[in-house]
């Protein structure tokens, strides 16, 4: 049993429809979600399940993803196995995520370019996100130069492509994970590349929009100092309109 993860092949589809395949108490899996779990420092999705035409709707409360299954949590009573139900996730949050995961990536890219320094951490929040990097100096002057280029690249508008690849020939790529802990599970044979075009390409399962501009602006809101050669940014993003 496998669930079809939607979200992987177009991260701008809201709504589909499927079977529930297996009921664990107050969770369900389905045969394909649009609901993405969670993972990689990304927010799991929001959103409702109904059945039964729309008389019995459900909130999704939790998500966990064991093995190739997608589990959804929910509010209620669960449906039986074989049950057809309609899966809608709350547009604005993922597309806020969205987003933010590619701030995160053209962050992660541009220190890269400039710096040559790994990713040690990260994670995405609703209304910010952060990010750390294995680097010794980060004074006002590499933040505001940061700043600075990310922007750059975001008014450059480059586009962004998803696609996959044999994990042989995915880590034949230099630098394709950014990471200083390698976390793609050996047993994955496909490897989910997410590439900013000009810019950045890395080994990714999250979701994210289809061109740099549409993330808005980008501004360092804070910095902390997590180590000797660990320092933490912290960001915000601005409108697009705004640009």
């Known amino acids: 049993m496998k669930t079809k993860l939607l979200y992987h092949t177009n991260s701008f589809t809201y709504e589909c429809t499927a079977t529930v395949v297996a009921v664990e108490g107050d969770e369900i899996a389905l045969d394909a979600t649009v609901f993405y779990p969670g993972g990689g420092g990304q927010m799991a999705d929001r959103g409702v399940i109904t059945w039964n035409g729309g008389h019995y709707q459900a909130n999704v409360i939790a998500m966990n993803k064991r093995n190739d299954i997608v589990w959804h949590t929910i509010d209620c009573p669960p449906p039986t196995i074989g049950t057809e139900v309609v899966g809608t996730i709350d547009w604005d949050f993922r597309y806020q995520m969205m987003r933010t995961h590619t701030a995160l990536h053209i962050l992660c890219g541009t220190i890269w370019q400039e710096f040559g320094v790994q990713v040690t951490g990260g994670q995405m929040y609703p209304d910010r996100a952060r990010m750390d990097f294995a680097m010794e100096n980060l004074d006002r002057e590499r933040i505001a130069y940061i700043e600075k280029k990310v922007n750059e690249a975001v ?7 998803v696609y996959s690849l044999p994990r042989e020939k995915a880590f034949a790529i ?10 793609l599970p050996p047993e994955i044979e496909e490897v989910r590349i997410v590439e900013i075009v000009g810019l950045d390409l890395q080994a990714d399962g999250g979701t994210h929009v289809r061109h740099t501009r549409e993330v808005g602006g980008i501004k360092i809101t804070k910095t902390e100092n997590k180590g000797r050669i660990n320092k933490r940014l912290e960001i915000v993003l601005k409108d697009p309109e705004d640009l």
Do not use: C, E, S
């Open 155 to 161: 008014k450059a508008d480059y586009p962004i492509r």
């Open 174 to 183: 230099p630098d394709l994970v950014r990471t200083k802990i390698n976390l």
